[in-house]
C-alpha cells in the first residue's frame, strides 16, 4: 500500500476539510509507530514521504485497515466528532491488536511496547 492509497481510500469513507499535509502527518506518525514496535526499531523516528504515489507502507493491503482507522479517528478528534472518534479508536486498536497476535504467532516474539485504547504506544 501506498499512502496514496490509504488517503484516497480515508476521503472515500471520511470526507474532511483538513489538508493532505495533516493527514499524512497522522499517516507519517501511525507508520513510524508500527515501525518502532514491529520492526523493533531503536527510537520512533518521523518518516518523510518522498512520493506519495510510490513510497510504501510496512502493512499490506489485507491490514491497511489499521491506517485507515487511525486516520479517520484523527480526523474525528480534530472535528471534535468526539463519538466518531471513540468508534475509530476502538477499530484501530482491535485490528492492531489482531494484527499483533498473528505477528507474534508467525514470528513466535512478542511486541516489546504494550497498546491501550486510547491509541498510545507505551
Known amino acids: 500500500m501506498t499512502p496514496s492509497e490509504i488517503l484516497t481510500n480515508v476521503s472515500k469513507i ?9 493527514l499524512l502527518s497522522f499517516l507519517n506518525r ?5 515501525r518502532k514496535n ?5 527510537v520512533f523516528v518521523p518518516l518523510e ?23 479517520c479517528s484523527q480526523i474525528d478528534l480534530h472535528s471534535n466528532d ?3 472518534y471513540n468508534n475509530y479508536t476502538m477499530m484501530f486498536n482491535n485490528a492492531l ?4 497476535n498473528r505477528h507474534k504467532s508467525v514470528n513466535g516474539t ?10 498510545a504506544f507505551k
Do not use: C, H, R, W
Not at 514491529?38 to 531503536?42: D, M, P, Q, T, Y
Not at 512478542?110 to 491509541?119: D, L, P
Open 49 to 71: 514521504f518522498e512520493n506519495i504515489e510510490t513510497d510504501t507502507l510496512l502493512l499490506d493491503q489485507e491490514n491497511s485497515d489499521i491506517y485507515e482507522y487511525y486516520v
Open 14 to 22: 471520511k470526507p474532511s476539510v483538513l489538508d493532505t499535509s495533516a
Open 38 to 42: 514491529i520492526l523493533n526499531e531503536a
Open 97 to 100: 491488536t489482531d494484527y499483533m
Open 82 to 84: 468526539i463519538a466518531s
Open 30 to 34: 501511525v507508520e513510524a509507530k508500527l
Open 110 to 119: 512478542a511486541s516489546t511496547y504494550k497498546y491501550n485504547y486510547e491509541g
